[in-house]
């Protein structure tokens, strides 16, 4: 319901796959980030106001990673664990091609007069094979304490800005 919610919180635009235009390119059948990035680049470029604010959410690692369902996705990284996790090479494909676009974001902004600052977050874990969890955290994922539990709640974020800043 972004579309509504957005316009309730007086975000003059939202901008859709239905509003997108012709630029916008995907990985299985979820928008590309770099897609995302470009047009945030583009709004930067074109802004009537001195300030901007502009929420972004992207998609390109969202689920399903079934490798059956992603035939046209050829993941590039590769576990060497003893048991295959195919669901997991696959999203860390993806997050190693949101990695590397994210840089060329931040690369463009480095490159502005402008001071901006750029936060980046996750919602959530991917929802892959509980065996890979069980590899990552060293023990069978289902005997984690609470503590240990909690932590698999936990979503990394980045705040970059383009001037120096004391943290």
Not at 10 to 21: A, H, P, Q, S, V
Not at 37 to 48: D, F, P
Request: proline fraction near 4%; include cysteine.
């Amino acid at each position: 319901n972004r579309s509504n919610v957005y316009s309730w919180m007086d975000f003059d635009t939202f901008y859709n796959k239905e509003n997108w235009g012709d630029d916008l390119k995907y990985y299985r059948w979820y928008a590309r980030d770099s897609s995302a990035y470009k047009r945030l680049k583009v709004l930067y470029k074109n802004k009537e106001n001195e300030n901007q604010f502009m929420f972004c959410v992207t998609i390109q690692n969202h689920g399903g990673y079934d490798p059956a369902n992603n035939e046209k996705f050829v993941p590039d990284v590769k576990l060497s664990y003893d048991q295959e996790y195919p669901d997991a090479e696959i999203y860390l494909s993806l997050a190693k091609k949101s990695d590397t676009t994210f840089m060329k974001l931040l690369d463009f902004f480095s490159d502005v007069d402008e001071p901006t600052m750029i936060v980046m977050f996750g919602d959530h874990w991917p929802s892959l094979d509980r065996g890979f969890f069980s590899e990552l955290m060293g023990q069978d994922f289902d005997s984690l304490d609470l503590i240990q539990k909690q932590e698999t709640y936990k979503t990394p974020y980045v705040i970059w800005t383009n001037y120096p800043s004391e943290s």
